[in-house]
């Protein structure tokens, strides 16, 4: 089993809103990551989580907080957005650094 | 500096006829190299890794690549297209020394004539 979940599909949300998005795998790996991906572009690497520990912050800018609560399950906190942060959020998750990275399917964030 | 190519923005195929997309790499160290595949909307399926060994590697969805160190490439083909193959592309690379960061392409949008 590859599968990466993700929660939920869609959201809409104000710029004073707080939310959360929320990964979960069952492969037992031990990094998870968090992108960013934009209409027509790859995706953009945000953070990676490494047995339960922030392993990289792509200099993301503070509203966007991760979170790992135990090495199947990873959020994504989401506060004072802008609409420029609009785009599909994906997890993904992978045995380690030098192993393919499998992908959730994603959640559409609108921010309005 | 590290990139990937892949040159084409889109291409269209006949359904039925088969299909090559191209990658190109600029990577010091040796590369782990990867194709997936994104439907609209959805996320990106892994369709074929290659890491070492042999060179010419079978994927899922009767797709395959092929490995070639002199040319930097790393092509993706399929002998048969078929409508649902309609996807983004996205060439992807990465390395012992990359720290988890995986180099992509800029994506090959494939359209099937029917």
Redesign the interface.
């Known amino acids: 089993d590859?599968e990466?979940t993700?929660t939920p599909k869609h959201l809409v949300m104000g710029m004073t809103n707080k939310k959360s998005l929320k990964c979960e795998q069952h492969m037992g790996h031990r990094?998870m990551?968090w992108y960013k991906q934009k209409a027509?572009?790859?995706?953009e690497?945000m953070f990676?989580y490494?047995y339960e520990k922030l392993?990289?912050n792509e200099s993301v800018p503070s509203r966007f907080s991760p979170e790992c609560p135990n090495s199947s399950l990873l959020n994504l906190h989401l506060h004072a957005l802008q609409p420029e942060d609009s785009a599909?959020y994906?997890c993904?998750s992978?045995q380690g650094?030098?192993y393919?990275?499998?992908?959730?399917?994603?959640t559409?964030l609108t921010v309005t | 500096a590290q990139s990937v190519t892949q040159p084409d923005i889109h291409i269209t195929v006949s359904e039925g006829a088969s299909l090559e997309l191209r990658c190109n790499y600029s990577y010091g160290a040796t590369p782990y190299l990867f194709w997936y595949v994104q439907s609209p909307g959805q996320g990106l399926q892994l369709l074929l890794k290659y890491f070492s060994g042999d060179t010419l590697v079978q994927g899922i969805k009767g797709f395959e690549a092929e490995f070639k160190r002199s040319q930097s490439s790393f092509n993706l083909r399929k002998p048969s297209v078929h409508w649902s193959d309609a996807a983004e592309y996205f060439c992807a690379v990465g390395a012992e020394d990359s720290n988890y960061q995986l180099i992509w392409g800029a994506g090959t949008k494939l359209i099937i004539k029917p």
Do not use: C, D, H, M
């Not at chain 1, 027509?40 to 995706?43: D, I, V």
């Not at chain 1, 393919?100 to 994603?106: A, T």
């Open positions: 590859t990466v993700q990094a990551y027509k572009k790859p995706p690497l990676v490494s392993s990289i599909l994906l993904a992978s650094r030098n393919e990275q499998y992908f959730g399917p994603g559409r």
